[in-house]
């Protein structure tokens, strides 16, 4: 027999237009290449499990390395910022370009005069952890015989 546990998960949807309260976000020191950039973030929303997150982002000018460290989807919602890559090629991303950025990478940011982004963060699952995540959800649909179409949301 196999005992099923069933896991509430709080949660809380928030909807809301409220000015944006933003707090410092340093820039880490030795990364600062050029100027003297400022760098403040807003946390919109966290998984439950610590591994997603959403921030407003915002940083005046300068130049200066950035090193991901997660997995990072962005979006630029206002200004601009030139991007070069360690392979010496770059680019120029503007209001309303999204780039993705996997952890591990690095791009040095020049920020001419001010950007502002909205930033999905995420850090990545180990494999075997998201072989044993399948699994689960694939013994709880055959126990519940549930065919798995519509996702339950859980784990």
């Known amino acids: 027999m196999i005992d099923c546990i069933a896991m509430v998960v709080e949660t809380s949807i928030r909807v809301g237009t409220a000015a944006a309260n933003f707090v410092a976000n340093p820039i880490v ?9 400022v760098a403040r973030l807003e946390l919109l929303s966290s998984s439950a499990d ?3 997150s ?4 915002d940083c005046t000018a300068g130049r200066f390395n950035w090193f991901y460290s997660f997995d990072e ?8 910022v030139t991007l070069k890559f360690p392979s010496g090629a770059t680019r120029r991303v503007v209001a309303g370009d999204t780039i993705f950025f ?7 940011w020049t920020v001419d005069n001010y ?3 909205l930033a999905f963060c995420r850090t990545p699952v180990p494999g075997y952890l998201t072989f044993a995540r399948q699994l689960v959800r694939r013994v709880r649909r055959m126990i ?4 798995g179409k519509e996702g339950t949301g859980l784990l």
């Open 73 to 80: 989807t962005l979006h630029i919602l206002e200004g601009s």
């Open 144 to 147: 519940s015989g549930d065919s």
């Open 29 to 37: 020191p030795a990364w600062i290449l050029g100027g003297n950039p």
């Open 102 to 108: 996997p952890a591990g990478s690095r791009a040095e």
């Open 54 to 57: 959403t921030y407003y982002w």
């Open 115 to 117: 950007v502002r982004k």
């Open 50 to 52: 610590g591994t997603a």
